[in-house]
């Protein structure tokens, strides 16, 4: 699973403008930097990141996630919440 998280934060960052400092934490934890992190929360930031859009929350993107929310869930992974 993280490899295909790695992968989705890759492309979202080369496609969807997903920001550099995610990108780095993201592959920071798909490189197993942190130990013990549940395994729910690397499956919700999975899909929070497949569904990253740079315009989340204008206008009609309701479905879209954005990087506050991504940041938010890097938090919880990294127990910093």
Do not use: W
């Not at 790695?6 to 492309?11: G, L, S, V, Y």
């Not at 997903?18 to 013990?36: D, M, V, W």
């Amino acid at each position: 699973m993280v490899e295909r998280l790695a992968e989705a934060a890759r492309r979202q960052h080369e496609e969807a403008d997903l920001p550099a400092s995610l990108l780095n934490e993201i592959l920071e934890i798909a490189k197993g930097q942190t130990p013990g992190c549940d395994v729910a929360l690397i499956e919700l930031l999975l899909e929070q990141v497949e569904a990253f859009d740079s315009y989340a929350g204008a206008g009609c993107f309701g479905d879209a996630v954005s990087a506050a929310t991504i940041q938010a869930t890097l938090d919880r992974v990294r127990g910093k919440v």
